[in-house]
């Protein structure tokens, strides 16, 4: 019983050596370790790099937002800048509708005025004009009466020595019709 013993511990110790020997097993060892440095080393360096990639992203993400709600609040006050020129605008134009409508009521009673000033200078001219007229026609018959009676008083006084006392009475006639 030992050598069957002996023989049968060999074949069972050459039977657990056999595995050594086996390739499979050997891939298997190496797929384990390779897997083992996989998961220790490779994927929290794996893990760490994307992590940084995700933060990064994050970030931008962040950045984006920022970015977004200044431009949405720029819009927002350009907006309402635009709202606020366009009031003014429209201020601006009613305002100038008042002037010009101001303007319009200004040059008719401007015209008005300019009208009636000349409608009365003109009135005052022609009044003027009949006065010259009336004073010159009153000169033309003073003169004229004045000529007829010296020609009258000549006549009358032709024999007469007192020349001076008709050119006198002439004058004083003619003072008191002027």
Known sequence: MT???????????????????NANTWIALSFAIVLFLFVRYLIPAIN?????RAEKIRDQLEQA????AEAEALLASYKAEQ???LKQAEEIVATAKRDAADMRVRAAEELKTALERRTSQAHEKI????????ASIRTRIV???TDSARALLAEQAAGAADEQAIARAISSIES???
């Open 48 to 52: 760490k790099g994307l992590d940084a």
């Open 176 to 178: 008191q019709i002027h």
């Open 3 to 21: 050598e069957a013993t002996t023989t049968t511990a060999s074949t069972e110790a050459a039977n657990s050596m056999e595995w050594l020997h």
């Open 143 to 145: 003169e004229s009466a």
């Open 127 to 134: 009044a003027r004009a009949e006065a010259e007229a009336v």
């Open 83 to 85: 709202e606020s020129m």
């Open 65 to 68: 937002n920022r970015l977004r």
